[in-house]
């Protein structure tokens, strides 16, 4: 197969013969601000912990209030931080995958300007309080159309990338790529345009179902293209099996898109599509195992290589907690659990694993592996990458543990009428001294992550630290 390299890594010198360049600049834009955009919006997530355990905490200050750094800190985690390292590793992945360079550089470069302007924009409005309201959905109107716009240049870039491909089979992580791009129009135009033309439980059904499948169908495809590439990559180890990955990819496409409904158990909606909200929650076990088990079997005999590999700790631990998250998933859209732990902490534990312990440790894995080859010099610190996997490792645990608990006890607490809901707060306040202090090594690995990052990117080059 033809030698593939980044154009920094020839450091000016003629490139070896036969061997394809890329230039890769727009992945480089990509990863360097989604980073640190992780960086920022890491410390707005540390101050809404503290304001759980401080209530008071800089309550006076109006664009620091909760109401206002929730949806920020949301909207730049998802938006800021993984979709645009997800967008950036796209731009790496897809061009040596179809063994061509990235159709336009020019248009990925506008793209990242376009996105950068869309994420500073969503910081100014919702920090003064302009706020449409809806879950993962607050950007004001004219974001909303420029996010529509740069997905649209995304999306052609990368297709017309594909239509162009040397190689005629398309691995597993083009196809997870492709759907992730038709997906997200699908999901986000529903979420932020056509919710606007229903009212009262019609428009909350379409909500929920956005916000569900903005993690089932925009972070799930993506990061499992991340995870596909990168584990076999990282081991160099081939794919277990790319039939069981076709398996997954259909499985996944026929089942999530039905699932959003599951939050409104035991809410106002029709007991019907209740019953369907569960059936397909349940279903999901199956494109879930088949990746784990895809996943798990590629690595058998190659466990000792995590040892050593950073990013082979991050992509291994993110499988697990994927097959944990969907399972918690399923179990919580039954009408029993749900009864319980609806509307609690262990929602936002749950979410949280899902966010941070799958998809952005499967983005971590793929920027620690491409950042040496993009910039042509070798990571800053090994030993640094280390310590980032410990501190969100053992912080994310404290965080995703605590939750789930505290969230358990909270709905044994709602369900029993004679405890006064007041109290229900009290008893929380452990459990959110805990989140507290676990977010606050998670922002250590975080801080080390992107300092180790940008190091790389933007510093001389030289011997690694150590």
Known sequence: MQEQISKAETGGAPSPAGALVHDDTTARWFIVSSVAYFFIVGIIAVLIAAKFVWPDLMGTI???????????????????????ADMGLTYYIIPRLCGVKLWSEKLGLATAVLWNFIILGAVVSLLTGWNQGWEYAELPMFLDVLVVVAWIMFGANIFMTISQRKYEAMYVSIWYIMGTIVWTAF????????????TGTNQANLNWMYVHNAVGLIFTPVGLAIAYYMIPRSSNTPLYSHKLSMVGFWSLAFVYVWTGAHHMIHGPISQWLQTIAIAFSVMLLIPVWAAVYNFFATMKGQWHQLRESVPLKFLMSGVVFYLLTCFQGPMHSLRTVSAIVSKTDWIPGHAHMAVLGTFSFFAIAGIYFAVPRLWGKALHSEALANWSYWMMMIGGLGFFVTLWLGGFWQ?????NWSIPFIDTV????PIWVVRFFSGVLIFVGIVMFAYNVLATALGAKEEPAV
């Open 62 to 84: 109006p664009w620091l209030t909760y109401g206002r750094l929730r949806p920020l800190h949301v909207n730049g985690m998802l938006f800021g931080w993984l979709l645009a």
């Open 187 to 198: 999901v986000y135009l529903t979420g932020n345009f056509a919710t606007l033309f229903a």
């Open 411 to 415: 709905g044994w607490q709602w369900n």
């Open 426 to 429: 009290v008893a929380l306040k």
